[in-house]
T-cell receptor, first 114, second 115 residues
Framework: DSGVTQTPKHLITATGQRVTLRCSPRSGDLSVYWYQQSLDQGLQFLIQYYNGEERAKGNILERFSAQQFPDLHSELNLSSLELGDSALYFC?????????????FGPGTRLTVL | AQSVTQLGSHVSVSEGALVLLRCNYSSSVPPYLFWYVQYPNQGLQLLLKYTTGATLVKGINGFEAEFKKSETSFHLTKPSAHMSDAAEYFCAVIRWNSGNTPLVFGKGTRLSVIA
């Protein structure tokens, strides 16, 4: 158990819908990262927040957005969903903003868009 | 830009045999390199990392990796495979970008261990 929690575990929805994925980092960790894992794209970094502020942006679509709240939990919002958005979404956390800090991964949320 | 290439999407070894998973990186600056493991239906777990100092890095579960700058490689090895090692393994590099450091992952190598 990494100490990072993600809800829900599974999500099945239809094209065009909007969903919210939630992540609670390990106690004491200030950074939260979101990753998307799919068969064709592999593991892709989406976005990073550090202590409530956006720190880095990767291959995140404009239909996707995220935020980190004062209690440090984070939410990833996916809207106007397409079939291709079906993937495993991981959240990770680390103590600080980067460098050699180990990132601890949650168990993931499996999103299926029908 | 930093990136990693993992040679072989699938490696199969017999139980007790040597495990060798290959990773080559490209980086314009000294890299920070990582190996993560993903067991079925689980998140990723850090096996080991190289930052600076000793080039032979020991990790959990008997794995180790050697940073070879001349070969731009960071191959993962384990002397004797165990059934429980069957998993997906990812090599990753830190992408330096104005002080922000997201991980860039390779495509992954699925390790199968045959009894």
């Amino acid at each position: 158990d990494s100490g990072v929690t993600q809800t829900p575990k599974h999500l099945i929805t239809a094209t065009g819908q909007r969903v919210t994925l939630r992540c609670s980092p390990r106690s004491g960790d200030l950074s939260v990262y979101w990753y998307q894992q799919s068969l064709d794209q592999g593991l892709q970094f989406l976005i990073q927040y550090y202590n409530g502020e956006e720190r880095a942006k990767g291959n995140i679509l404009e239909r996707f957005s995220a935020q980190q709240f004062p209690d440090l939990h984070s939410e990833l919002n996916l809207s106007s969903l397409e079939l291709g958005d079906s993937a495993l979404y991981f959240c990770a956390s680390s103590v600080a903003s980067g460098g050699a800090d180990e990132q601890f991964f949650g168990p993931g949320t499996r999103l299926t868009v029908l | 830009a930093q990136s990693v290439t993992q040679l072989g999407s699938h490696v199969s070894v017999s139980e007790g045999a040597l495990v060798l998973l290959r990773c080559n990186y490209s980086s314009s600056v000294p890299p920070y390199l990582f190996w993560y493991v993903q067991y079925p239906n689980q998140g990723l777990q850090l096996l080991l990392k190289y930052t600076t100092g000793a080039t032979l890095v020991k990790g959990i579960n008997g794995f180790e990796a050697e940073f070879k700058k001349s070969e731009t490689s960071f191959h993962l090895t384990k002397p004797s495979a165990h059934m429980s090692d069957a998993a997906e393994y990812f090599c990753a590099v830190i992408r330096w970008n104005s002080g922000n450091t997201p991980l860039v992952f390779g495509k992954g190598t699925r390790l199968s261990v045959i009894a």
